[in-house]
């Protein structure tokens, strides 16, 4: 005897099976509703309907309620609906509660009309229900329902159809704008729009050319409550221009050499399709020697003499029209050594030698060179296409430099020549290439390939309906490569220029909603766009104010059946969202608890039907602008059970064989009973008799022989049970049955049933299943909870098989069912169905919880953690945990606080101290016991600097050293680090790490070598980190001398850095000055810093064309490995040069990556070669840290340096432009030029050449040439002063060589006058200047004095 388990169902429209399925179906998306609209199962699984709670996510949820307008309305929180989301994909589903047994069939008219709540759920369009009493009620501002693309091609002999539909109440209207300009449409004979629809029909029956209408449309919908957008639409009519005609040479190649042949398409709207065929109208075939490139083009990777045979002509067929137009066809003239075209040769292994065409190494014919790069877009197909020439033909591989292809993306076409990657993301961005090889050689192609992304959502806006006073907000979050910017509209017209509204607050991409009121309702726009695209995207803000009313029919009658789980909905719409109370009977109080649960959504969960639930429910929906109420009658009904079930059997051929099936039901179902063959329906034949409790067979036969499933069913259950006929020969007679049927695993036990109900203890009995053909030895009995660990089950306690009822040991305040499995030597059985509940009385807590640990997490800190109690440790409700801490050393008042989760933080601790702990259990009951003390610390931090750090060195062989522990090692010392340098003079070792032991003090280093001394840095370590370091170096030999570093070639101006040098040897300390070489003009190469003593700090000196510059340097050791050292960093103020050595290969490529204060990240490649870098962007007083990484291995990088950029130059000194006496000098300058102009005026106003003879009698000779052309010399003593003089301040001139002279002005020959007068270099005169100093006037002489002699 076999037996199945029943399975149950509450319902009464059809088969319980239907119903679990309709049920699963509806958490999984699908529904029977042939409503289109709305996800029909969200509203017909759910039964209540919210305004505004259900929606997806946080950025149309609602954040706030404003409901204080009744004492008797529950404020629904934020957190209700954020669990309420999380538990349902729409916010109206169950969750993952198990099977719900409800209603099933298909659903009743009025669900169908049910669908408002899901309208304002959804994040599309809403649909306004079906009920004329609610659509005629309900307003809606317009929403784009359908519309043409963004680039919008068509035909140029059909109409021109542009799509833009929406909805809204009251319906729309609709207008367009053409080039951003309103479009006429009455001026427009040509054009109409179709009526209830913004359509736009462009008529040419009666004439016109469509490229006339082409731009960019854009429609707008508009009613009462605000205007949607549709996308802008570009309009562009389709082109198939015709090819140029042109005579065509015929191509001369000769044999092996490469061939591409042009094709150069007319350029077409959408762009021609191209394919080459022969003048006949014959493809060309295509292998890996002769292809067709991605352009268009026909690649030969070298040409035969077979090639000649046909002509080639490239196709282009364009979609639109439907043609194909043809080139005129190459021919090609082949030249070859070997003019006989033997077929036999084609099949040749070596077929090339075999004609005499020479071996070639690959090449490329497209792309050209070694490196290309391109762009894709984020979402595109990615095409990389390599095709090469050579003889052989060339073979074909790709590559992806760092990584792999993406196998689920990539695949190869054109015979391997492209790569074609589907869906491209950012990852896919890298370096690919391809490798062109034959057995002469390869070469290698490589593309870079960069990802760009149109903007794509994040967070689309969803339509946001809300209750006035409530709270909301729409978000317009996108993203794409580059960043797109966000821009909002409302209804139309940027956000900038509408009319201010208080309720409003605009924040980057959300908008806010507060207190929102009707005059709030509006459309909104969000477009987000960068260099690649755009997105618009419309989002209503509705605003309504509706009472409670039901969606579903009145006095409904729900059957369910004995022991089941069921629930109860109660359909409603509401704004302001309204409460739901359930009562029954008419009672007063409200249904919520021990056995009934009422969920968010307002559907009321009853977990165990029981004869005394039977009755009529009442639901009440109440907002502030009133209540409405509905009703539910509810009967129980007996399960079906097969209490007689049919046995296995062993028959000979031809007797007789009944199976029994006894049932029973409830009176008030109608019963069916049917039998299943091997799982299948049996056929009842002549020889077969069917009664109400047994099927009789007649004249057994071998295909008789087989499984016979019993089935019993009502509308709502049913109970199946299952036996085994074996049927054998006439000879055969078996001596044991049982050892000829094979063992199984037991069926499960049934009918579990609880009596002797206690405190602490309860008698469970069950029905065994039959343990097919293996004696059960054990029972396990299980139980699960509903408190802590819902739908969890835990072992209770194992039994013999020998029993069935057993008495079990209960915990106080645990809601108990159970389950038993029972076990053969084949295996478990499945777990029978779950028992009632049970639930027990609630006591204090007789333990607390385990493993109570303090540590700290942070330095000021000190979290407290143990282990929570189960349920059955609980005890009681509202279990929660009682903490207690105080210093350990100080003995002070017990610090206490309660604590509902597992853990707790004690801020404000004193570092590393130990502090006394406890953990106490506490339930509504009480207390538990008294718990013990536990140790904990406060959290840790670094160590200080270990003390007395001494370095002796007792011979040339060894180094002592010795140190104290740190005075304050702030948590567990776990050991010391030594780092220890060698270093000879500006040469320095390689660094070495030692680690010890915490209680280590003594160290002794073996020296390398007598000459070189050692610098030691010792820290101290805790588990925190490694704490400050003391630093020392070993005495310095008697015959050390002190390096000096090199003068510079050229003089660098230097600012000095001061430091502080510190020595164990030399208790006082002396302050040093580096020097850094600043370059005054950018870039050049950082020169090494040059460090003196002195016992003052250098002041800064700067030039007037770059501010002083502090290098930045980390001194390291080569390392053996591929590696990054030694970076330095020369500042300025707005640049800085970057130096680094390495041991990579001279092409490396490397990226210097750098990060300002405001954490924004930039990096620049560089090769290797490439420095130093010179980094350009930067600002004045700002911290930079920077790092140097190899491209093709980012792990392999140097060591993190920060540097900061100096602060802009200002000039403190006063402008020399600005001074008194400069002002006053410039001004006697000026009078004096004036002058001598006058002079030089007056002078030549005489006109005439004739001799002068001045003061000095000194006679003219022959000699003189201006004795010769009759011109006379001004150079006399009384105007000596004038060339570059100055006036003393006793009234003496005194002769001086001045930047200003006007010496220089001359052209370094003697003032004169020309012929006609003019006066010319008369301050250049120099050749008398020694003559005219030694035979000066001792009398003053003033420039008035001059004027008054020279008149």
């Known amino acids: 005897m076999r037996r199945q388990a029943a399975s149950g169902a509450a319902g009464d429209a059809g088969r319980a099976a239907a119903r679990v399925a309709d049920s699963a179906d509806c958490t999984r998306g699908r529904s029977p509703c042939p409503c289109r609209l709305i996800d029909f199962c969200a509203v017909w699984d759910a039964g209540v309907f919210l305004a505004s709670a259900a929606r997806q996510g946080a ?213 021609p399709v191209i394919f080459w065929m022969s003048s006949s109208m014959e493809p060309i075939t295509q292998d890996k020697r002769v292809s067709q490139g991605h352009n268009g083009d026909l690649y030969f990777s070298n040409v035969m003499l077979q090639d000649m045979q046909t002509d080639y002509s490239c196709n282009a067929r364009f979609h639109f029209t439907h043609t194909i137009q043809q080139k005129n066809p190459f021919n090609l003239k082949v030249l070859t050594n070997h003019p006989y075209n033997d077929s036999s040769l084609r099949n040749h292994p070596d077929m090339y030698s075999a004609r005499g065409v020479a071996e070639r190494t690959p090449s490329f014919m497209y792309p050209q060179g070694t490196a290309s790069s391109q762009m894709v877009l984020r979402g595109m197909d990615l095409l990389l296409e390599c095709i090469a020439s050579g003889v052989p033909t060339p073979d074909i591989a790709w590559y992806k430099k760092g990584g792999d292809l993406p196998s689920d993306k990539a695949k190869f076409e054109n015979f391997n020549k492209a790569l074609r990657i589907t869906n491209v993301s950012e990852e896919d961005s890298g370096e690919y290439f391809c490798l062109a090889s034959n057995k002469m050689g390869s070469i290698r192609h490589t593309i870079s390939v960069r990802v760009k992304a149109a903007p794509y959502w994040l967070d689309e806006p969803k339509n946001l309906i809300l209750a006035p006073g409530e709270d909301g907000r729409l978000v317009c979050r996108a993203n794409g490569n580059p960043k797109p910017t966000v821009q909002w509209m409302v209804n139309g017209e940027p956000l900038q220029s509408a009319p201010p509204n208080p309720n409003r607050e605009v924040a980057g991409d959300t908008i806010i909603f507060r207190d929102t009121q009707i005059s709030s309702r509006a459309v909104y726009q969000c477009n987000t766009s960068n260099e690649h695209g755009y997105l618009l995207a419309n989002a209503f803000v509705s605003v309504l104010d509706v009472p409670p009313r039901m969606l579903s029919p009145r006095n409904q009658l729900i059957r369910v059946i004995l022991y089941n789980r069921t629930r109860l909905d109660c359909p409603f719409f509401g704004s302001p969202i309204p409460t739901l109370r359930w009562f029954k009977n008419g009672q007063g109080s409200n249904l919520d608890g021990g056995n009934y649960h009422v969920y968010e959504n307002g559907s009321l969960e009853i977990k165990m039907i029981r004869k005394e639930d039977q009755g009529i429910y009442t639901c009440v929906a109440t907002n502030i602008l009133g209540k409405a109420e509905n009703q539910v009658r509810l009967e129980v009904k007996d399960p079906t059970r097969i209490y007689r079930m049919p046995e296995d059997q062993v028959a000979k051929r031809g007797t007789t064989v009944q199976l ?100 602490r203890s309860v008698r469970l009995t069950w029905i065994p299943g039959d343990d097919n053909n293996s004696p059960i030895t054990d029972y396990v009995v299980q139980f699960e909870e509903d408190q802590f660990q819902p739908g969890v089950w835990h072992d209770h306690s194992k039994f013999p098989g020998s029993v069935n009822s057993a008495v079990l040991r209960l915990s106080p305040y645990v809601n108990y069912q159970f389950r038993v499995i029972a076990i053969n030597e084949v295996g478990s059985s499945h777990p029978s169905l779950p028992s009632e509940r049970y639930r027990t009385s609630g006591a204090p807590p007789e333990s607390n919880p385990s493993d109570v640990k303090g540590e700290g997490s942070r330095k000021n800190n000190m979290e407290i953690t143990w282990t929570p109690m189960n349920a059955t440790s609980a005890f009681g409700p509202n279990l929660r945990y009682i903490v207690k801490w105080r210093r350990r050393e100080t003995r002070e008042a017990w610090n206490n606080v309660t604590v509902w989760g597992s853990r707790y933080v004690v801020g404000q601790t004193p570092v590393y101290v130990p502090y006394e702990i406890r953990v106490q259990a506490e339930n509504d009951f009480g207390k538990g016991p008294e718990p013990d003390t536990v140790i904990g610390y406060s959290g840790e931090d670094l160590p200080s600097a270990p003390r007395r750090f001494r370095v002796r060195q007792p011979n040339l062989e060894t ?182 050595k390495h041991n990579f290969g001279p092409g490396t490529d490397f990226v210097v990556e750098y990060i300002d204060s405001n954490h924004t990240k930039k990096t620049v490649p560089v090769k290797a070669q490439a420095q130093p870098l010179q980094l350009t962007d930067l600002y004045p007083g700002m911290t930079y840290t920077l790092r140097i990484y190899s491209r093709d291995n980012e792990g392999i990088s140097s060591a993190v340096i920060t540097f900061m950029t100096s602060a802009a130059y200002t000039n403190n000194q006063a402008d020399i432009a600005t001074q008194g006496w400069f002002i006053g000098l410039m001004c006697a300058v000026a009078l004096l030029v004036l002058i001598l102009l006058i002079v030089c005026f007056i002078k030549r106003s005489r006109g005439g050449k004739y001799p002068v003879r001045e003061k000095k009698d000194v006679p003219l000779g022959p000699e003189d040439p201006k004795e010769e052309d009759g011109s006379f010399d001004y150079s006399d003593e009384d105007n000596k002063p004038l060339q570059g003089s100055q006036t003393s301040l006793d009234g003496t001139i005194k002769q001086q060589e001045s930047d200003d002279s006007l010496v220089d002005y001359g052209e370094g020959g003697e003032g004169q006058f020309n012929e006609d007068g003019s006066f010319i270099g008369q301050y250049t005169v120099k050749k008398d200047k020694e003559e005219t100093e030694g035979n000066e006037s001792s009398e003053a002489t003033s420039p008035v004095n001059a004027i008054y002699s020279l008149a």
Request: proline share 10%; glycine share 6%.
């Open 660 to 759: 029994e099936c006894r049932v029973k039901h409830d009176p008030s179902l109608k019963l069916s009973v049917s039998w299943l063959k091997d799982d299948e329906p049996l056929y009842i034949s002549n020889r077969m008799k069917k009664e109400e409790d047994s099927l009789t067979i007649f004249g057994v036969a071998e295909r008789d022989q087989g499984s016979y499933t019993c089935v019993a069913s009502t509308e709502l259950d049913q109970d199946l049970a299952k036996a085994h006929l074996t049927v054998l020969a006439d000879q055969a007679t078996p001596t044991n049955r049982l050892a000829a049927l094979p063992k199984g695993r037991p069926d499960r036990p049934r009918d579990l049933e609880l009596t002797d109900l206690a405190e």
């Open 59 to 271: 950025p149309s949820g609602v954040t706030g309620r404003r409901l204080n307008e009744a004492e008797t309305l529950n404020s629904v929180r934020e957190d209700q609906f954020q669990r309420l989301e999380a538990a349902r994909p729409r916010g109206l589903g169950h969750g993952a509660r198990g099977p719900v047994l409800r209603m099933a069939g298909p659903p009743p008219p009025w669900a169908c009309t049910a669908i408002l709540l899901c309208a304002l759920s959804l994040s599309g369009a809403i649909e306004i229900p079906m009920d004329p009493s609610i659509q005629n009620e309900l307003s809606q501002p317009p929403t784009i329902t359908k519309q043409s693309v963004k680039d919008h091609i068509v035909d140029p002999r059909d109409n021109i159809l542009i799509e833009c539909e929406a909805k809204g109440n009251p319906a729309p209207s609709f207008h367009w704008t053409r080039n951003s300009k309103f479009f006429n449409i009455a001026k427009d004979p040509r054009v109409s729009m179709r009526r209830r629809s913004g359509t736009l029909v462009i008529d040419f029956r009666s004439g016109g050319r469509p490229e006339e209408y082409e731009g960019e449309y854009q429609c707008f919908a508009r009613n009462k409550f605000g205007t949607a957008l549709s996308n802008r639409i570009r309009l562009q009519v389709s082109k198939s221009p015709l090819w140029p005609k042109e005579n065509l040479d015929p191509v001369v190649v000769q044999e092996g050499a490469p061939l591409t042949l042009q094709c150069n398409p007319p350029p077409g709207l959408p762009s």
């Open 959 to 1140: 180094i002592n050293l010795e140190w104290d522990h740190p005075e304050h090692p702030n948590g567990i010392l776990i050991g010391y680090t030594l780092k220890y340098v060698a270093f000879n003079g500006t040469k320095v070792g390689k660094q070495i790490v030692e680690n010890f032991s915490p209680n280590q003090t003594k160290f002794t280093v073996q020296r390398a070598d007598p000459v070189s001394r050692y610098r030691f840095s010792l820290s101290a370590r805790t588990q925190v980190g490694s704490g400050e370091a003391v630093t020392e170096e070993s005495p310095a030999p008697p015959n050390e001398a002190t390096p000096t570093a090199a003068p510079p070639t050229s003089p660098p101006t230097t600012v000095g850095v001061p430091r502080t040098v510190s020595s164990t040897d030399a208790p006082a300390t002396a302050a040093t000055t580096e020097a850094t070489t600043v370059p005054t003009v950018p870039p050049v190469a950082p020169t090494t810093a040059a460090t003196t003593e002195a016992t003052a700090t250098t002041a800064s000196t700067t030039t007037t064309e770059s501010p002083a510059a502090t290098r930045t340097e980390i001194r390291e050791s080569a390392p053996d490995e591929q590696s990054i050292w030694n970076v330095t960093v020369l500042p300025n103020s707005k640049w800085a040069n970057i130096t680094w």
